[in-house]
Every structure is written in C-alpha cells, then in structure tokens.
C-alpha cells in the first residue's frame, strides 16, 4: 500500500481551465503539506494542514486553494490556470506539526499549454 | 528567516569513491537539519535528520552527514559511491517549532560513472 498517494500523475491543460489534485495518506499522520517543485527542482512549500486546520499559508496565489475533508485527505484546487503554474506538485505528510521528518508522494506533473 | 545553500548543483563521482555533498544554513534559533533523496520521478525520501542530539549522524545507505555549528554546516558523505546512488540530494533546515516549515535547498544532482 503506497502511503501517501496523489491523483492524477500527469495533467496536461490549457490555460485559463481549473484542475484539481487529490492526496490521501493511510500513515495516520496528522499534519500534511503541499510543495512546488519547479523546472529547476527548488521546493517551496505551499500549504500545511494540522487536523484539518489549515497551519502553513506562504505567498501563493488566491486561485491556489486547498481543501482538507479529513486528515488522511488534502487535495490541491487550481483556477484560472496560468503558464507558470506549470510544475511537479507534491504532497507530504508528517506524524505531527513540529517534526520536519516528512513522508513525500510521488509528485503530480502539471503542464499549462 | 532561515535559508540553506547547497554547494554545487551537480557533482560526478566514480563508483567507489567518496560522495561529498556540501550543505551551510542560516537559522536564528537552533535548526533542525535534514537530508532527503529523489530518485527520477519519485518523491523525496528522508535519509537522515539532526535534532540536537549527537553531531555525527547516520542515515540510511551508508550515508552519514555531520553537524558543524562554528562552521554552520550539515555535509554529506557515503564512502564508496554505488551506482544506486545517482540522483538528487536535498538538504533542509526547519525550526522544529510549532507550524514547522522546512525549507530546502536547490538540491545537489549525483552523477555516479562506472
């Protein structure tokens, strides 16, 4: 069983259109993130759930809105998509919010035609 | 704030060699330290940790990295190169505090020749 997987692997779209991403982690951790990897492999993280609640906020764009229903999910909605939205978005999880020990998905390549 | 550097965006070595990865940060408060592997298209995979215990720390395959406040580093090193070691070596630092942010460095790509 994959611990922390994300849906879809590959996303391929025109600009302007929504997408969305799902993570779901079966570790029972309780905190999870999403990070942005860009073309030059530099990770920023984007967003941290604690429990659902939402803990980490960094200067990300408002079309960029996370969704936590529980806290095994956290997926990642997108508006308006833009060229530069084009990256590898990867979804973690750790077992609390002060450990930095995180256990990572295998990434969602998106690509803004 | 906190920043990490890593020296060296690509480093080639000959299997069986010695793996150097250099890795210095910046933290107001005590850091905790991290090393994470990506294999191609995979995700990172955490390879050791310093959480201000001992300095010298040892992580999975072979590899060890050691705690250097005076100099503030967090190097990497393997001994003997295996091929399966080809990939890309991030070193992180976070505050360890509440609302714990890690922050990464640009990643050090491992090139390992036969």
């Known amino acids: 069983d994959t611990a922390v997987s994300q849906t879809p692997k590959y996303l391929v779209t025109q600009m302007g259109n929504d997408k969305s991403i799902k993570c779901e982690q079966n570790?029972?951790?309780?905190?999870m993130y999403w990070y942005k990897q860009d073309s030059k492999k530099f990770l920023k993280i984007m967003f941290s759930?604690?429990?659902?609640?939402?803990?980490i906020n960094e200067t990300v764009p408002n079309r960029f809105s996370p969704k936590s229903p529980d806290k095994a999910h956290l997926n990642l909605h997108i508006n308006s998509l833009e060229l530069g939205d084009s990256a590898v978005y990867f979804c973690a999880s750790s077992q609390d919010r002060d450990t930095g020990e995180l256990f990572f998905g295998e990434g969602s390549r998106l690509t803004v035609l | 704030a906190q920043s990490v550097t890593q020296l060296g965006s690509h480093v080639s070595v000959s299997e069986g060699a010695l793996v150097l990865l250099r890795c210095n940060y910046s933290s107001s408060v005590p850091p905790y330290l991290f090393w994470y592997v990506q294999y191609p298209n995979q995700g990172l995979q955490l390879l050791l940790k310093y959480t201000s215990a001992a300095t010298l720390v040892k992580g999975i395959n072979g590899f060890e990295a050691e705690f250097k406040k005076s100099e503030t580093s967090f190097h990497l090193t393997k001994p003997s190169a295996h091929m399966s070691d080809a990939a890309e070596y991030f070193c992180a630092v976070s505050r360890g505090a509440a609302g714990n942010k890690l922050t990464f460095g640009g990643g050090t790509r491992v090139l390992v020749k036969p």
């Open positions: 570790l029972g951790h309780d905190t």
């Open positions: 759930y604690n429990n659902k609640e939402l803990i």
